[in-house]
């Protein structure tokens, strides 16, 4: 009965899943390949490059100063959290399960946004992890593990790259996107 009960549970994740293909909605063939890349599948892996947060929040255009297939850990602080909206990546849904979760990480608690990190919880992470209370990581330092996405929708919007900077809400367009896993760093 219990191994029935598995094999139903996972049918139903995987259907639930299928709903939306990896490639989201996305209308160009630039936008699918960003939406397969965001969508990616949410392993803890080992061996992951250590980033430090100094390094990816530095100064100056850091278009090339990583790869988008690279998987990595940052440790911070969780200066904002903020649920996302529909998009194409989650097929535009409306639902607030299948909305992205954004939360800023800068080198401080009290870092401004202009100055941190951007790191996202997608839906999968949400199905994988149905128990877990994102919101308890607010002012806490992190350790996050993910895939690195170089958003150049935001390239407007980040310190780094921005040329006219009339909407700078994050240091870098570089995000962990999808996050694999965070948790709370006790302090020593």
């Not at 490639?23 to 803890?44: A, D, P, Y």
């Not at 919007?157 to 900077?165: I, L, P, R, S, V």
């Amino acid at each position: 009965m219990k191994q029935f009960l598995i094999f139903v549970l996972f049918l139903i994740n995987g259907l639930l899943s299928a709903q939306c293909p990896t490639s989201g909605n996305g209308k160009t063939e630039k936008e699918k390949q960003f939406n397969r890349l965001k969508n990616r599948e949410i392993v803890v892996k080992k061996g992951s490059a250590y980033i430090t947060i100094d390094s990816i929040l530095k100064d100056g255009n850091d278009t090339a100063r990583f790869k988008s297939s690279d998987y990595a850990y940052v440790y911070g602080y969780v200066v904002e959290i903020k649920d996302g909206d529909a998009e194409s990546c989650n097929c535009n849904s409306e639902k607030d399960s299948d909305h992205d979760v954004h939360i800023y990480i800068g080198k401080t608690a009290t870092a401004k946004k202009q100055e941190c990190l951007v790191v996202e919880i997608t839906p999968a992470f949400k199905r994988a992890n149905p128990n877990f209370n994102y919101k308890e990581l607010a002012g806490k330092k992190v350790k996050v593990k993910g895939f690195l996405f170089f958003d150049s929708e935001h390239i407007g919007n980040a310190k780094n790259t921005c040329k006219k900077c009339t909407n700078v809400w994050r240091k870098t367009a570089f995000e962990i996107h999808p996050v694999c896993s965070i948790s709370i760093v006790n302090q020593i």
